[in-house]
């Protein structure tokens, strides 16, 4: 069968997402729906805001559904009837059964990692993170658990010294299309074949960002602790608490370089020829940059133009 003749429905919200979308159409595949998230409230004015995929699909006059609920009947009516040949899903919430069984070829995902390695919501930020020199992409078949579907195919992608969240993020999203479009077309061809996930514990996962383990870890080395800011770099930015004396600031980092200065105690926060310094438990790192409450992100050597540390200032 012709893929491009394939009934689709596009799941899913964020630029990441919209990119595969508009690629999925300029290319001639039949997006029947798109499904994304409701508007939201956002900035300063709290305007409702169109997610990234929305916009896409205003833009080629797609029909669109924003269900609150998944599982309401008058959605999952409407979808049934739309008689979906394949669905694709991209950075989108879990689907229920009766959603994702409805396509007749079948539901896959794209997944920012070469599963079964770094399942879940932040697989690229855990991948820098750890150190990896390498991740990539996978479409799988979606069932009943989180990532744990047949992958259908995979690419890979170097990871390099000097990535950060965006940076990678920004390349596997351009590996996406190819990957997305092969995928579709091997299940219209019939071509493909489910390989089945090996649930052994020793694969890396890839929870959820949240405020305790995006806080910055002084026990790590140097080049751990490296990592660690540039997995969150823009977002959400290593939490860091500083203390001067009685003053606690909550601040964000988001570049930092190993350091050969020696002798720096672990927490102390060092101002040298125009260089800030941090202490390690072993070894140091110098920031390079930061964020204050209520300020944008700053480099170090702008922040010291007008600002000087005082002597005892630390970083929890």
Not at 176 to 189: C, H, R, S, W
Not at 192 to 199: F, K, S, V
Request: aromatic content about 8%; proline content about 5%.
């Amino acid at each position: 069968m012709n893929a491009k003749a394939l009934n689709i429905a596009f799941f899913g919200t964020p630029e990441f997402a919209a990119h595969q979308l508009n690629f999925l159409v300029t290319e001639g595949f039949t997006i029947t729906v798109v499904i994304t998230a409701p508007d939201r409230p956002a900035g300063r004015g709290k305007n409702l805001q169109a997610s990234a995929v929305k916009k896409i699909a205003l833009e080629h006059k797609l029909n669109i559904e924003q269900p609150e609920n998944l599982k309401a009947e008058a959605f999952i009516k409407r979808y049934r009837e739309l008689e979906i040949d394949c669905a694709v899903v991209v950075a989108f919430r879990m689907l229920p059964k009766v959603v994702w069984e409805a396509a007749r070829l079948g539901t896959f995902n794209l997944h920012a990692s070469l599963l079964p390695h770094y399942r879940g919501a932040a697989p690229i930020q855990w991948a820098i993170r750890n150190q990896e020199t390498e991740t990539g992409l996978s479409t799988f078949l979606i069932d009943e658990k989180i990532d744990t579907g047949g992958i259908l195919l995979q690419t890979k992608c170097t990871i390099t010294p000097s990535d950060n969240a965006a940076s990678l993020h920004d390349r596997l999203m351009e590996l996406g299309p190819k990957l997305i479009a092969q995928t579709i077309e091997g299940l219209a061809q019939n071509k493909l074949t489910p390989l089945t996930q090996d649930n052994a514990a020793h694969f890396k996962e890839a929870p959820k960002l949240t405020k305790e383990n995006t806080r910055i870890d002084l026990n790590l080395s140097p080049a751990s602790f490296c990592a660690l800011i540039r997995s969150l770099d823009p977002y959400p930015g290593a939490q860091a608490l500083l203390k001067d004396g009685e003053t606690e600031v909550a601040i964000k980092i988001y570049e930092a370089q190993e350091s050969s200065k020696h002798h720096l105690k672990k927490h102390a926060l060092l101002e040298e020829d125009g260089k800030i310094f941090l202490g390690l438990n072993k070894g140091s790192v110098e920031i390079l940059k930061w964020q204050f409450p209520a300020k944008k992100a700053v480099f170090v050597k702008d922040f010291l133009n007008g600002h000087r540390l005082n002597q005892g200032v630390e970083l929890f």
